[in-house]
C-alpha cells in the first residue's frame, strides 16, 4: 500500500506541475503592521499565504518553533486545519530525537494533537529513537541526512570508517532497514549538490525535502541536477512567505512562489 503522505505529493506535484514545498517560517517580528492587531495575527498572516499560493504549492512545511516560541499553539492548530481543509498535505518541521517514552509523547503531539501528515526526526539517538514515528504506516518521516546549515560537515561528513561518512551510513540505513513501513524521505540540503547526488545513488527514487533554495542561497539548476531520477520537494521559506512587508505581502508571495516554481520547472526540463 502506498503511503498516503506520498501518493499526495505525487498527485499535487502533477496537478500543479510544481516541486514547491512552502515553508510557514512565520516569525512575528517580521509579520506586516496590517496583521499584527489581529486576534490570531500569525495565522491570519499564514492565510492569506495560502490563500495566495494554493494552486502553486504541493505542500506547506510549518516550522513548530516558530510557533511554540511566541505562546502560538493554537495558531500553528489553525494553519495545519485550514492547509487540511484544502486537501494539501503538511509537513511539520519538527526536528524531533529522544528516546522510550518521550518519543512516544512527541509522535503524539506531532501526529495527534496538530495532525501532521509527515514530519522531521534527527536519527543521532538511532533506530529506537525514531520508531514511534516510523510504526505510524499512514505517516511520512523526513530523517535529517546532509543538512544546509554552514557547521553541517562537521559531524555528518565525519568517515564512519575508510569509505563511509555518517550522511551516507544514514542515507544506506534510511533506504534499507529503517524503512520497514516504506515511509521514509530523508532531508538534504539543496547547498550541497556533492553530498545530494551522493544520496540519491545510495536511496534511488526515495523522496528527499530539498531545504535551501531562495534564502540560503542554493543554486535551483545544480540542485535539480544533483537530485534527479527520484521524487524532490523543493523547499522555500522565508523568500517566499516574507517577500513584501507592505499590506500587499499575499500578492508579493504567490508572485515569488511563480518565479520559483518556473525556475525549478525550466531546470527540470534541462536535468
Known amino acids: 500500500m502506498d503511503n498516503p503522505f506520498f501518493s499526495a505529493i505525487r498527485t499535487h506535484q502533477l496537478a500543479k506541475n510544481s516541486l514547491l514545498c512552502i515553508g510557514l517560517d512565520t516569525h512575528f517580528g517580521r509579520l506586516p503592521a496590517v496583521v499584527k492587531g489581529d486576534e490570531n495575527p500569525i495565522f491570519r498572516f499564514n492565510k492569506e499565504i495560502i490563500e495566495a499560493t494554493k494552486d502553486i504549492a504541493c505542500c ?12 502560538a499553539e493554537r495558531e500553528l492548530e489553525l494553519t495545519i486545519n485550514f492547509i487540511k481543509s484544502l486537501g494539501i498535505p503538511v509537513l511539520l518541521d519538527a526536528k524531533r530525537g529522544d528516546v522510550g517514552s518521550t518519543a512516544d509523547m512527541y509522535a503524539k503531539e506531532l501526529f495527534e494533537r496538530y495532525g501532521a501528515d509527515a514530519i522531521t526526526v534527527n536519527p543521532y539517538l538511532g533506530l529506537d529513537s525514531m520508531e514511534p514515528y516510523l510504526s505510524r504506516s499512514d505517516k511520512a518521516v523526513f530523517i535529517l541526512c546532509r543538512t544546509s546549515n554552514p557547521g553541517s560537515a562537521e559531524i555528518q ?26 515511509n521514509i524521505g530523508l532531508v538534504v540540503g539543496a547547498t550541497n549538490p556533492l553530498e545530494l547526488r551522493r544520496v540519491r545513488e545510495i536511496v534511488g527514487e526515495m523522496c528527499l525535502l530539498l531545504p535551501g533554495i531562495g534564502a540560503q542561497g542554493a543554486n535551483i539548476g545544480e540542485t535539480m541536477e544533483a537530485g534527479s531520477n527520484g521524487e524532490m520537494l523543493i523547499s522555500s521559506s522565508r523568500a517566499i512567505i516574507f517577500a513584501d512587508s507592505g499590506n500587499d505581502f499575499g500578492d508579493a508571495a504567490r508572485q515569488m512562489a511563480i518565479k520559483t516554481r518556473d525556475e525549478i520547472n525550466l531546470c527540470r526540463t534541462m536535468s
Open 60 to 71: 506547506y512545511k510549518p516550522q513548530i518553533a516558530h510557533y511554540s516560541a511566541v505562546g
Open 157 to 182: 561528513n565525519t568517515k564512519v570508517n575508510a569509505e563511509e561518512q555518517v550522511y551516507e551510513r544514514v542515507a544506506k540505513l534510511a533506504s534499507g532497514s529503517w524503512n520497514y513501513n516504506s
